[in-house]
């Protein structure tokens, strides 16, 4: 069975400065995809980035970027120039890629981590 | 439109009463899921829809019952529940043929239940 840690349960930044969150995992697949979710407290479950587990190229999006070493099963999520707006739970997911049947569309979730963000 | 509604927003049961969440998107989505999270907890998936069938049942209890009346919308009937079901419930959808393509999230339904 699949599995995923975050190891950091809480984290803070400074505005304007960098933070990174953790993540690994555990899987013997190899083709799959890795997610990192934000939930700020208005509930809604957002995406924030996304990594296919073929592609070598580590995955970004604006201030959002992930550091992504197959072989040592992690997926770092590194938050640039922090926003007060990010401040939120986020959850690292991996999902199978080729889950056909009972396995579709399972997405396996990391406990999360709070992340706060100063002013 | 990129958008899971979700209805009602809050809501608070008896334990003898019966209710029903509901989810609609309109994004073509043929898969649809119902997530049960508590605070400050990782979301956990209850079922997955696909195609307006019922594909996966993660152990839910009976008093839970989930309904794909049609390819936009998810029903989930509520039934005698007990005081540990209060909690956020989550719908989400994604396309069915893409499965890079991410889940959808609705802004939920806090359920109490007293």
């Known amino acids: 069975a699949q599995t995923v840690t975050q190891s950091q349960p809480e984290m803070s930044v400074q505005e304007a400065e960098t933070v990174t969150l953790s993540c690994t995992y555990d899987?013997?697949?190899?083709?799959?995809?890795l997610f990192w979710y934000k939930q700020p407290p208005s509930r809604q479950m957002i995406l924030v980035i996304r990594q296919e587990a073929y592609k070598q190229q580590n995955a970004t999006e604006n201030r959002f970027s992930v550091n992504f070493q197959k072989a040592a099963k992690s997926f770092s999520l590194k938050i640039s120039d922090s926003q007060l707006g990010d401040a939120a739970m986020y959850f690292c997911a991996y999902r199978l890629l080729n889950a056909g049947g009972t396995s579709y569309g399972k997405l396996t979730f990391g406990q999360g981590t709070i992340l706060t963000v100063h002013p | 439109d990129t958008e899971v509604t979700q209805t009602p927003k809050h809501l608070v049961m008896g334990m003898t009463n019966k209710k029903s969440l509901k989810c609609e998107q309109h994004?073509?989505?043929?898969?649809m899921y119902w997530y049960k999270q508590k605070a400050k907890k990782p979301p956990e998936l209850m079922f997955v829809?696909?195609?307006?069938?019922?594909?996966i049942n993660e152990s839910v209890p009976s008093r839970f019952s989930p309904e794909c009346p049609n390819s936009s919308l998810l029903n989930l009937h509520l039934h005698a529940l007990q005081p540990e079901d209060s909690a956020l419930y989550l719908c989400a959808s994604s396309p069915r043929d893409r499965p890079n393509t991410e889940a959808f999230f609705g802004q939920g339904t806090r359920l109490t239940v007293v």
């Open positions: 994004m073509g989505h043929r898969a």
């Open positions: 829809y696909s195609y307006e069938k019922l594909s």
């Open positions: 899987t013997s697949e190899s083709d799959y995809y």
